[in-house]
């Protein structure tokens, strides 16, 4: 506890230096009150940009899409976005260890989730270094966010490649929300965080904010009970300033820094110069500066954006750095009362540096450029009752070549409390640096007395990965507060990676022993299929209930039967899943938040190695004092003291099991 109040104290001390300046120049502002509250919205209700980029009704989008709103995260106990996403149907998260996530949606969960594309304010997340997202590189504070669109299934349609299975568009508030002052802080077993938040007006038609956010992620568990090699420690501050330069004109320029801390405990057949234990600590750091323009009419609005990136990551005594430099722009326009069109196109050139003495490429530098286009026009064919949606985006780039992803939707309103839709669409999957070009030695022990070693090699061969998917859905309003949604896929993959064995080679010198090298290859294709259903109802303005389940299967194959050895990173995906929450204000000022969730066995390739199936419950309960101050108490995973969620099997990382954990938090604002 004393930890956790030096903490909150020190940032707390910087806040109030920070602002004292600011508190004499500035009348004092409470917070936004123009945008209108979601607390009596069921998700048919609520409007969402991600599906098509554009404004649009969710009930009117022919797509499996969840919105996580602010009062969802509010109510929530999550302390990350991977927590939160744990709410949406068809998405499998698994917490590895302290710091690390895999996130996925509709099946193929890794560390790097190849299959979904993860955007913040239209800025990619997505590393083309290692195939994937690093979540604790972007450790948002949660109370910045305004909601999280999800759209399971294709959006490469207007969003391109690797957004195969999923998108996740993380959407931060304006700086007109958030003027005032704010300061919040929390204490637990599995971590301790800190945030402080500043903001203000320049007149009438610019407001900023800036924000420092302070995580310290305790070490897990391992098999045996003994605290893990893992954790991390990372400071992050940035800002915003939105200018309303006329009422049809709005520029926004935002931006980050962040360092961090992390330790990890790898595998013992990656023979890398660890610490003892194969005891690994790494660093992580990086930023970014944002600038878009949003001119908006009432029939039509155009965008334009740009956005520089700099990560870096080291770790496992190597280095890895991306700079991204990235330019769109959209147009959307209402051409007549039944066409409705979204085009655009951008232009990205990344440099990605590589070194250290273990995750060696074939060459330390690649540089990448990404040149797209792409549009998606909106029929109505009977007014109110069937839209037909066509669109594709066309790409050529350095990794993923020339892809041409298409996309046509059908969405059927027999009345106004019904809705289905039906869709197919094509998507593809960029090949990673690390598919092409990776070289990280392996220690496999011996075999009739001689040391058996290799390399796991990428292949400069590697092509996209393909996909075509057929999906349809079903939305009904029950009655005005409850809604069902539901929605099914059948996924054809082609050209899935597989890692290859290759002949093994004696070696005599310098020291006699065996070298197995593992080749990465497109040796796999498969067919999945799955089914979500969620299901929202407020019978009463004070009780929230939400439900959800997801059932999914796949069929792996090889392409050449002839590599039966062959390996691949496993469907990771448990059949049934389930998750419940319940949000209860009992009395004025006081709530209390449930969220459970049931996670069925998680198959891998060694059948010794299973995640077995594990039920989650977090519950707290908050009070408000005033209109200033908010204290909040509870706890996660309180059925069992701790359990494991991933396995070891496809990645690096051995698997930390989460414990139960305590926490309390206060919040104020003024």
Do not use: C
Not at 236 to 259: E, M
Not at 482 to 499: I, K, P
Not at 593 to 600: E, I, P, Y
């Amino acid at each position: 506890m004393i930890r956790a109040l030096r903490l909150t104290a020190a940032l707390l001390g910087l806040f109030v230096s920070g602002i004292s300046g600011l508190l004499a120049q500035q009348q004092p502002a409470g917070p936004d009150l123009s945008a209108s509250s979601l607390e009596d919205l069921t998700q048919m209700q609520l409007r969402v940009t991600s599906f098509a980029r554009k404004d649009q009704d969710l009930w009117t989008t022919p797509a499996a899409v969840f919105v996580i709103t602010k009062e969802d995260i509010e109510r929530s106990a999550a302390t990350s976005i991977p927590e939160l996403l744990r709410m949406v149907p068809g998405v499998q998260v698994a917490q590895i260890d302290a710091s690390t996530w895999a996130v996925s949606v509709r099946g193929f969960n890794s560390v790097y989730a190849s299959k979904v594309l993860v955007l913040i304010d239209g800025r990619t997340i997505y590393s083309e270094i290692y195939s994937g997202e690093h979540w604790d590189q972007n450790d948002l504070p949660l109370e910045n966010i305004e909601r999280i669109e999800v759209i399971r299934g294709p959006g490469a349609a207007v969003w391109g490649t690797n957004a195969v299975n999923g998108v996740i568009n993380i959407i931060t508030k304006r700086a007109r929300s958030t003027v005032g002052y704010g300061a919040s802080g929390q204490y637990g077993r599995v971590e301790d965080m800190a945030h402080v938040q500043w903001g203000g007006s320049i007149g009438d038609r610019v407001q900023y904010h800036s924000y420092l956010f302070f995580t310290d992620r305790q070490p897990f568990y391992t098999s045996i009970g003994q605290q893990a090699y893992d954790g991390e420690r990372s400071l992050r501050g940035g800002g915003r300033i939105d200018w309303q330069r006329s009422v049809a004109d709005w520029i926004t320029l935002s931006g980050d820094l962040y360092g961090g801390r992390l330790k990890q405990q790898i595998q013992a057949n990656f023979a890398l110069p660890l610490g003892p234990n194969h005891q690994d600590s790494g660093s992580i750091g990086g930023g970014y500066v944002l600038s878009r323009w949003e001119h908006k009419l009432p029939h039509s609005d155009t965008a334009l954006q740009f956005y520089y990136d700099d990560t870096s990551r080291h770790e496992l005594s190597s280095a890895a750095r991306t700079r991204t430099l990235d330019a769109e722009y959209q147009n959307h326009r209402a051409a007549g009362p039944r066409n409705d069109m979204v085009w655009g196109g951008g232009f990205r050139f990344t440099s990605d540096h590589i070194g250290g003495q273990t995750l060696l490429t074939m060459k330390p530098e690649y540089k990448n450029y990404l040149v797209d286009g792409f549009i998606q026009d909106e029929f109505t064919l009977v007014p109110h009752r069937l839209v037909f949606t066509f669109g594709s985006k066309i790409q050529q780039g350095t990794l993923a070549g020339f892809q041409l992803q298409p996309s046509g939707r059908l969405l059927w309103s027999p009345n106004e409390k019904q809705s289905m839709w039906g869709a197919v669409s094509r998507a593809a999957v960029a090949p990673a640096i690390q598919d092409t070009g990776l070289n990280v030695p392996l220690n496999f022990g011996t075999q009739m007395g001689l040391p058996v070693t290799g390399f796991l090699q990428g292949n400069p061969n590697s092509k996209p990965e393909i996909a075509v998917v057929y999906e349809v859905g079903y939305r009904r309003k029950v009655t005005n507060n409850l809604t069902l949604d539901v929605a099914a896929f059948f996924n054809v993959y082609d050209r899935l990676q597989s890692v290859e064995p290759q002949t093994p080679v004696f070696v005599p010198t310098p020291t006699p022993h065996v070298q197995s090298n593992l080749l990465y290859e497109n040796g796999f294709s498969a067919k999945t299929t799955g089914t979500e259903v969620a299901l929202s109802w407020k019978p009463v303005p004070s009780l929230s209930l939400q439900a959800n389940y997801s059932w999914m299967q796949a069929q792996v194959k090889e392409v050449d039967p002839a590599d039966d050895d062959s390996l691949v990173d496993t469907w990771s995906t448990p059949r049934n899943s389930a998750s419940g929450s319940i949000s209860w204000s009992f009395v004025p000022g006081w709530s209390l938040n449930t969220f459970a969730s049931f996670t069925d066995t998680l198959p891998t390739v060694s059948t010794s190695n299973q995640v077995p199936r594990y039920t989650r419950l977090d519950m707290h309960i908050s009070r408000k004092i005033g209109h200033a101050i908010e204290v909040d108490a509870g706890g996660t995973n309180l059925l069992t003291p701790r359990h494991v969620e991933f396995s070891g099997d496809t990645a690096a990382l051995v698997p930390s099991y989460v414990p139960r954990s305590f926490f309390v938090k206060a919040k104020w604002t003024f």
